[in-house]
């Protein structure tokens, strides 16, 4: 089973910022969060991951609680092509271990 | 540089049917995985090889079910006698075991449909 909660669905308006959050009460000292995201008919595409540390990329920023108990993923520019199902993943870092996927969250990116 | 690409991107099958589901990961790439991801679901682990051998199969549903790594690269799931129940998109990724983290990164999946 997923370790992770995220809400179904979000809409957010074109340009502004989307943060999308995320459940993890369970997690553990040495796993890390991931956030993939999918784009219809497509694979899952890699977003960024941290440990305890907010990171921040090229694609988005990750927010990580204090506790780490919960995460925020923050699109500060939501375009169009933003819109897909994100999901978040606690997994420890070690090659060899899957990914275990949630339903994830349906981002809308509304014009 | 190349992504992960499956082939083929679209395969419809009879029940009872054998097909077989090719990977080509990205090059340089040791450790492999197979998902499987049924409508409205997220992916769902089937094996993991690194480099020619399968390192954990604990996600093959059962021995209708078997992929192979023969030179480390290229991998193939193989489905025997389909059932309808196979019917879904069956993603490759690939990660660098050589580097710093096992950021997984995916092929555009296979879809499978048995009637």
């Known amino acids: 089973d997923a370790k992770t909660t995220q809400p179904p669905s979000m809409d957010c308006a074109e340009g502004r910022a989307a943060n999308l959050p995320c459940n993890h009460s369970t997690i553990s000292g040495n796993e890390y969060v991931y956030w993939y995201r999918q784009i219809h008919s497509q694979g899952p595409q890699y977003i960024i991951h941290g440990l305890k540390n907010n990171e921040t990329n090229e694609m988005a920023s990750l927010i990580i609680t204090e506790d780490r108990k919960s995460s925020t993923l923050i699109l500060p520019h939501a375009t169009l092509r933003d819109t897909a199902v994100y999901y978040c993943?606690?997994?420890?870092?070690?090659?060899?271990?899957?990914?275990?996927f949630g339903p994830g969250t349906r981002l809308s990116v509304l014009p | 540089g190349a992504g992960v690409s499956q082939t083929p991107s679209n395969k419809v099958t009879e029940k009872g049917k054998y097909v077989e589901l090719r990977c080509d990961p990205i090059s340089g790439h040791t450790a492999l995985y197979w998902y499987r991801q049924s409508l409205g679901q997220g992916p769902e682990f089937l094996i993991y090889?690194?480099?020619?051998?399968?390192?954990?199969d604990s996600g093959l549903p059962n021995d209708r079910f078997f992929a192979v790594r023969p030179e480390g690269s290229v991998s193939t799931l193989k489905i025997q006698r389909t059932e309808r129940g196979d019917s879904a998109v069956y993603l490759c990724a690939s990660s660098d075991s050589g580097g710093r983290t096992d950021t997984q990164y995916f092929g555009p999946g296979t879809r499978l449909t048995v009637l």
């Open positions: 090889f690194q480099g020619t051998g399968a390192a954990d």
């Open positions: 993943i606690v997994r420890v870092e070690d090659y060899g271990q899957n990914f275990v």
